[in-house]
Structure formats: structure tokens, C-alpha cells
């Protein structure tokens, strides 16, 4: 470094010493002090901003939980519906198998009795025929 590279050096820092001269002790303390106030301040701002972010990160999570619990209930309602048809679909079908086995009885029974009723009748054509 050279002497005018030094002499253009102090012209420039002069002002600041002369500040910080004019400051005092306790203007200069007082700077060094709100370094950490200015780092706490800044920090606070960031965590505000990462809040403000969050917030609105959790209210597009429960718009869309909304959105699928209303799209589930909807199907639960679909499905709810359909089960009740085949419910009501499986309940005729019981009665309508209720109601052939009645019928397969009486068709059983007229059978068994138009059995007896043609054996008593060839019985009694066989003792004509004698």
C-alpha cells in the first residue's frame, strides 16, 4: 500500500471516527449493544413470516380435508343407498323362496294324494275284474 492509498484510506474513514467520536462511550456501547436487539428483531420477522406460511399451509390442508370428508360422506350416502336396494332385493328373495317351498309342498302333497287316490283305483278296478 502506498502513502496515498493510506492518505485516501483515512480521508474516507475520518468521518465515521469522527461519528463515533461525537457518540461517546455510551453511543458506541449502545451500537454494540443493539447488534443483538437488530439480530433478535430480524430473526422474529423470518419466524413471523414462516408462521404467516404455515398458516396458510394449514388452511389449504383443511380445505382439502373438507373437501375429502365431504366427497367420502357423499359416497358413504351412495353406498348407504345401494346397500339398502340389495338389502330389500335379498329380502324378496328370501320371501319368494319362502313362498316355492310352500308351493313344493302343496305340489308334494296333491301328488302323494293323486298317488293313493290312482292305487285305490287300480285296487278297486282289479277287484272289479275278478
Known amino acids: 500500500m502506498g ?19 461525537a ?17 433478535i428483531v430480524i430473526v422474529y420477522l423470518i419466524n413471523q413470516r414462516h408462521i404467516r406460511h404455515l398458516e396458510r399451509v ?8 373438507q373437501r375429502i370428508l365431504h366427497e367420502m360422506e357423499r359416497r358413504h350416502g351412495d353406498m348407504e343407498e345401494k346397500h339398502a336396494e340389495v338389502a330389500e332385493f ?3 328373495n328370501v ?5 316355492y317351498e310352500k308351493n313344493n309342498d302343496l305340489l308334494q302333497t296333491l301328488i ?3 298317488t293313493r287316490a290312482l292305487e285305490r283305483l287300480s285296487a ?3 277287484h272289479w275284474s275278478k
Open 3 to 21: 502513502v496515498s492509498e493510506i492518505s485516501a484510506a483515512w480521508a474516507a474513514a475520518q468521518p465515521m471516527i469522527e461519528a463515533l467520536i
Open 23 to 39: 457518540l461517546g462511550l455510551p453511543g458506541i456501547a449502545l451500537m454494540v449493544a443493539a447488534i443483538p436487539a437488530l439480530v
Open 58 to 65: 394449514l388452511e389449504n390442508y383443511r380445505a382439502d380435508t
Open 90 to 92: 335379498y329380502r324378496k
Open 95 to 99: 320371501t319368494l323362496v319362502k313362498n
Open 112 to 114: 302323494v294324494n293323486n
Open 124 to 126: 278297486i278296478v282289479e
